[in-house]
Structures are given as structure tokens and as C-alpha cells.
């Protein structure tokens, strides 16, 4: 009789499996978080405390990256304008990306991913922003504006080096990262202009490094020494460009692009 009840709970397991093999597979819904745009929900001010950037420059960036942040539009799409208000939210107040996923609607790995898009959308309009005067007009430019913020002459760019922070390098070059005042960082020189705007950087240099390698490995310099050797080709009458760098001896690389008349 035992053995009869086994078959009997066998047939009705297979009458079951067959039931189930006929009915339609049933998708697993899944619930999106709700996203508000900040741009329409805060105020001028609230914005601006908690993005470090006024609407109207939010907007700027976002419809300078908009088309290469674009992608497929189907399931929990994220349009371009809250990547990139995630990504300077993140950035801009050193969030936790949970957090930071928390009032954008995403998640910590959406949030992480999202960042490195939004970074990679605006490198590549850096050849836009980050250049060096390129005419005669530029210069004069830049020139004027080192006068009248400070009576320096014939200057067009000011040079030096800073130390950014970055989580400790673990590994056998742990300690080319470790810079003279203790910690792990990246050494990165930048140029600027009156206006504070950076017209050159350099920002792969590990924090051991020393300010003038950097400065006499850089491109900036390369350009320098070929006008150099091209003086040769280039009238007595017309000014020549050159880089003084006797202030590169101590712990800080600052150097002025000034004139040979000066």
C-alpha cells in the first residue's frame, strides 16, 4: 500500500510539472526608484548650497556633455542632467556615493559608474578650456590681465605644483606616493592666467616626485626649448618668449612666462 501512495505522489508531481511547463514564464517587475530633478525641485540657493554651483552653470555643463552621455533609453534609463548633478554632487561635497545614490534615486554602483562617465564626458572637451594663448592677441590678453591685477609685466602664465590627496597605494610602489609631508598623493602642476582660469596641467605624476622633474619633463617645456633652438630663424626686432625658472629651487615650482625685454 506504501508503494502505491509513492506512485499516486509521483503522478501528481508530473501533472504538476506539466501545469507549470505550459503556463507563460513570469517576469520579475522591478521597481524603480522615483528621481526628481533638482534643477525644478530646489530654489536657487538650496541649489547652489548643495551642488557648490549656480543653476545656470549646472545647465552649461550638462548641455556641454549631454551627447556623450546619451544611451539606451529603455529600463531605468538615467538622463544626462541628473548623471551629471550626481556626479558634481559626489564630487563637490565628498559625499559617500550611497548617499549621494540616496537623492538621486540610484544606487551606490550606479552612482560609482555614473561618475566615471560624467569625468570621461568632460575630459574630453578639455582641448576646449585647457590651452595656452596660442596668437598674439591671447597673449596681449593675458598679459594685461597679470598688470593690472598685479603691476607684473610682459607675464602670461603663472606656474606651480599642488599635492592631492588620494587613498593610500598599496603594493611594491606604495611609497613613490607618499609625498614629503606623509601622505599619498598626486603631484600636479598647473598654469593659470590672471583670471585663475588653467590653461595647462600636468596630473600624472606620482607624490614623490619633485616639482622641477616635473616641470623639466612637461610639454610646456618641450615647447619652450624648441623656440629656443628656432631663435635662429626669427628677426632681432621681434620679442622672443621665454620661461625663467630660478624659482624652482626649494619645495615649490613657481616660474612666470615673461619677455626677453623685460
Known sequence: MDRDYFIDDLRVMNEIYEVEAQMP??????HYKIRKNPLEELEETEFKSKYRFCKSTAIFIIDMVKDNLAGD????FIPPHLKVLAAIRTWARGEIQ??????????????????KQVALAIVAH??????????????????????????????IGAIDCTHVRIPKVGGDVA??????KGYSSINVQVVSNANLEIMDI??????????????????????????????NNIDDDVPV?????????????????INENF
Open 25 to 30: 514564464l513570469m517576469r520579475r517587475v522591478k
Open 73 to 76: 533609453a529603455r529600463g531605468g
Open 98 to 115: 550611497d548617499d549621494a545614490g540616496d537623492l538621486g534615486g540610484m544606487s551606490q554602483a550606479t552612482i560609482s559608474l555614473v561618475c
Open 126 to 155: 578639455r582641448a576646449q578650456w585647457i590651452k595656452m594663448p596660442q596668437t598674439d592677441a591671447e597673449q596681449n590678453k593675458v598679459i594685461a590681465g597679470f598688470y593690472a591685477l598685479c603691476g607684473f609685466r610682459q607675464v
Open 175 to 180: 611609497q613613490y606616493y607618499i609625498n614629503r
Open 202 to 231: 600636468v596630473a600624472h605624476w606620482r607624490g614623490s616626485t619633485h616639482d622641477s622633474r616635473i616641470f623639466n619633463e612637461c610639454r610646456l617645456k618641450q615647447r619652450k626649448d624648441l623656440l629656443e633652438e628656432q631663435d
Open 241 to 257: 618668449v621665454q620661461m625663467t625658472s630660478s624659482s624652482l629651487r626649494g619645495n615649490s615650482a613657481r616660474a612666470a612666462f
